[in-house]
């Protein structure tokens, strides 16, 4: 495997379920990103870490709750979500993070979560 | 507060005609500046960046972007369109801040 990969890529689930989303880099980098993308929106920064310390949390519901065992691994751990929550959550990595980001990041394929 | 703003959420072009993708942004602060391309069912891909030095950006594929600082911009041009260039573009742009703020997208269709 190269560069970032997510599983599943898509996912149905219904409001009492609980799910997770998994994601991988292959990249060597520090740092890692989870992002929501819904139509006609901009993409929505949910959580960074940065050498596995969680160092970002852009006001996201308790229902999504992030795990980062080392930087190569992130979790999302999903329940109890709502129908708006359907769309497609992108995982990213880049070199250590800093202020400003200066270095680019690499986004895997995403995963499209639909919820009934 | 950040904001980017990528004018025209759809865009055509003919096959062979030039490509002009708009983002201005607002930033108290010099910027870094990022274009990335997205294909269907496929993550962000990154086509060119800005954070100091020649405000005339080369990326991949062709395209290229120009740093204006008093203009606020960061456009996306590329010469030629090509068939392969129908895909959704995101401006983002990084201050001081622990994070990339995005632009809404601009889809673009290549007109054989």
């Known amino acids: 495997e190269t560069g970032v990969t997510q599983t599943p890529r898509h996912l149905v689930m219904g409001m009492t379920n609980k799910k997770s989303l998994k994601c991988e880099q292959h990249?060597?980098?520090?740092?890692m990103y989870w992002y929501k993308q819904s139509a006609k929106k901009p993409l929505e920064l949910m959580f960074v870490?940065?050498?596995?310390?969680?160092?970002e949390n852009n006001s996201v519901p308790s229902r999504f709750s992030p795990e980062c065992p080392n930087s190569s691994h992130l979790f999302l751990h999903l329940h109890t979500l709502q129908p708006e929550d359907s769309a497609l959550y992108l995982c990213?990595?880049?070199?250590?993070?800093?202020?400003?980001?200066?270095?680019?990041?690499?986004f895997g394929p995403g995963t499209r979560l639909t919820v009934t | 507060a950040q904001s980017v703003t990528q004018l025209g959420s759809h865009v055509s072009v003919s096959e062979g005609a030039l490509v002009l993708l708009r983002c201005n942004y607002s930033?108290?602060?010099?910027?870094?500046l990022f274009w990335y391309v997205q294909y269907p069912n496929q993550g962000l891909q990154l086509l060119l960046k800005?954070?100091?030095?020649?405000?005339l950006v080369k990326g991949i594929n062709g395209f290229e972007a120009e740093f204006k600082k008093s203009e606020t911009s960061f456009h996306l041009t590329k010469p030629s369109a090509h068939m392969s260039d129908a895909a959704e573009y995101f401006c983002?742009?990084?201050?001081?801040?622990?994070?990339?703020?995005f632009g809404t997208g601009t889809s673009l269709t290549v007109i054989p």
């Open positions: 990249l060597g980098h520090n740092a």
């Open positions: 800005y954070t100091t030095g020649a405000t």
């Open positions: 870490y940065n050498f596995k310390e969680q160092t």
């Open positions: 990213a990595s880049s070199q250590a993070s800093g202020r400003p980001l200066a270095y680019e990041q690499y």
């Open positions: 930033s108290s602060v010099p910027p870094y």
């Open positions: 983002a742009v990084s201050d001081t801040g622990n994070q990339f703020y």
